[in-house]
């Protein structure tokens, strides 16, 4: 597998001279394997320059055909699909696979609500490309090639999933966005609302949850993470937003023997230089501690498995 970050910035585009190094696109991962196979993870803003890439480089070969994996469909994870070049050639072929929140609304029509003339002047009907939906839950799906994909659902204030894509013994995983489960239930004696039963419910129901998504990453060769937010900052005020630290994330990685890890979805607020600030003193925390290797991803990095 050859594992390509086209945008790995959280929540908002952030171009402008204090995100030139990591990239001020939102989410898209791209995956090339077996005999010339792509699988894109998420259709933010950095499927915008791999679908330019696409049509620039690849017309010449046939037919584009991928499939695209939505983690969710959260507006900065879907927004640059409708930029998305191949979309406007014939002969195009796009499965895409998403987790759908209600149950009475069909990913094709959130992909179609966006692609209206309210907001878009081209309309979903006048695209070129033949595209086919997938709703997925929590499944085990084998692609051609031998590619197998697992899903996973996440923490977040939509339904939202992980996945974990294994092929020829090799694994990369994407953890995001999700913060760890915690137990909604008071569990202050003193609270009104306090349910001795309750409590000790959900405390059960939380750790088992965060410890199903560490089984889901056990062993990878490389993991991409939510990573957010600081420990502090998460503390301070994100609890429920939805969204992972990187203290977090280094020691459930570290805990699950994963080999590689690679901080996502950075705040919109985060510059350059801050980044590399964290990152150097992550390093150095880790040091002699542990063999897991951490960096941030992106716009550019390729990872070979």
């Known amino acids: 597998m ?23 696109n939102t989410a898209c991962i791209e995956i090339r394997y077996g005999a010339g196979r792509r699988v894109i993870v998420d259709a933010g803003t950095g499927i915008k320059p791999l679908g330019d890439s696409i049509a620039r480089n690849e017309l010449d ?31 195009t072929e796009l499965d895409i696979y998403s987790p759908v929140t209600y149950e009475d609304e069909s ?15 081209i309309r979903q009907s006048e695209l070129a490309a ?22 996973k659902f996440l923490n977040h204030p939509v339904l939202c999933l992980g996945y974990r894509f294994e092929f020829q013994g090799r ?18 004696p003193q609270d009104p609302d306090y349910d001795e039963f309750a409590a000790q419910e959900g405390r059960a129901a939380a750790r088992e949850q965060n410890r199903k998504i560490l ?26 937003w939805g969204h992972s630290s990187y203290e977090y994330a280094i020691k459930a990685c570290h805990n699950t023997g994963v080999k590689r890890l690679l901080f996502f979805h950075h705040d919109p607020a985060r510059s350059d230089d801050e980044l590399t600030a964290l990152i150097d003193g992550y390093r150095s925390a880790i040091a002699g501690k542990s063999e897991l290797q951490i960096e941030a991803a992106r716009e550019g990095l390729e990872i070979d498995l």
Not at 11 to 23: K, L
Not at 131 to 150: F, P, Q, S
Not at 171 to 187: A, I, K, L, Q, S
């Open 61 to 91: 070969k046939g037919p584009i055909r991928a499939r695209i994996f939505l983690s969710h469909t959260h507006w900065d994870h879907i927004m640059g699909f409708p930029f998305f070049t191949p979309v406007f050639i014939p002969g």
């Open 2 to 24: 050859r594992i390509r970050i086209w945008g790995a910035r959280g929540s908002i585009p952030t171009p402008g001279p204090s995100t030139v190094y990591y990239g001020g």
């Open 215 to 240: 089984r889901f990453h056990q062993g990878a060769d490389a993991v991409v993470y939510d990573t957010q937010y600081t420990e502090r900052e998460f503390h301070a005020s994100r609890i429920g």
């Open 171 to 188: 694994v990369f995983c994407t953890c995001y966005d999700t913060e760890p489960f915690r137990n909604v239930f008071p569990e202050d």
């Open 107 to 121: 990913i094709e029509s959130v992909f179609g609500f966006q692609l209206s003339y309210r907001y878009f002047p």
């Open 130 to 151: 033949r595209i086919v939906y997938h709703e997925l839950k929590e499944e085990t799906i084998e692609l051609e090639d031998g590619m197998r994909v697992t899903t």
